[in-house]
T-cell receptor, first 110, second 111 residues
Framework: KAGVTQTPRYLIKTRGQQVTLSCSPI?????VSWYQQTPGQGLQFLFE???????NKGNFPGRFSGRQFSNSRSEMNVSTLELGDSALYLC?????????FGPGTRLTVL | QQPVQSPQAVILREGEDAVINCSSS?????VHWYRQKHGEAPVFLMI?????EQKGHEKISASFNEKKQQSSLYLTASQLSYSGTYFC????????????FGAGTQVVVTP
């Protein structure tokens, strides 16, 4: 089976812009979760979707949003980018239990 | 509530053992362990469920003490390939599906 794929792999944006990241889970996995990873804060949970419904949300401002489509693919959107949003954004899918991570999208905000 | 991991870092020689601890202030449903190598995504090692047994992955095993809300990861007879950052992740009984990670333990195995 193909692993979790994320696009794009790298992004450079400027403050105030918005960005959309995409995640395709492993075939058959219906749950997708998103994490932000930074050197200072580590792995922070953003949200999790299951069958197009948001099941859990982390402590991030409303500028961070996501959605899941009927084919389980997921997108996350960050509006009004700030310098502090520079991070590696990881998506993970799961059947049950353990998460299988994609390679991440490295976002740099200038 | 994120779990607390210790130690922050450990340096080992090949063949030595190490223990990484993970604790939570809340009742746990499950504990996950992942390893992340530099520039790569975290890789799932194992999951321990409330009421479950000790798990193992090669010479890496883990235990889950439900009463203390703690888990420990045991690296036995370490190999160079064990180097990386180990993260524990926890799902508490009051937050269905929400997996939160500790700060990580950097493990360096030297020849």
């Amino acid at each position: 089976k193909a692993g979790v794929t994320q696009t794009p792999r790298y992004l450079i944006k400027t403050r105030g812009q918005q960005v959309t990241l995409s995640c395709s889970p492993i075939s058959g996995h219906r749950s997708v979760s998103w994490y932000q990873q930074t050197p200072g804060q580590g792995l922070q949970f953003l949200f999790e979707y299951f069958s197009e419904t948001q099941r859990n949300k982390g402590n991030f401002p409303g500028r961070f949003s996501g959605r899941q489509f009927s084919n389980s693919r997921s997108e996350m959107n960050v509006s009004t980018l700030e310098l502090g949003d520079s991070a590696l954004y990881l998506c993970a899918s799961r059947p049950m239990g353990g998460r299988f991570f994609g390679p991440g999208t490295r976002l740099t905000v200038l | 509530q994120q779990p607390v991991q210790s130690p922050q870092a450990v340096i080992l020689r090949e063949g030595e053992d190490a223990v990484i601890n993970c604790s939570s202030s809340k009742a746990l449903y499950s504990v996950h362990w992942y390893r992340q190598k530099h520039g790569e995504a975290p890789v799932f090692l194992m999951i321990l469920l409330k009421g479950g047994e000790q798990k193992g992955h090669e010479k890496i095993s883990a235990s889950f003490n439900e009463k203390k809300q703690q888990s420990s990861l045991y690296l036995t007879a370490s190999q160079l390939s064990y180097s990386g950052t180990y993260f524990c992740g926890t799902v508490t009984t009051d937050s269905w599906g929400k997996l939160q990670f500790g700060a990580g333990t950097q493990v360096v195995v030297t020849p």
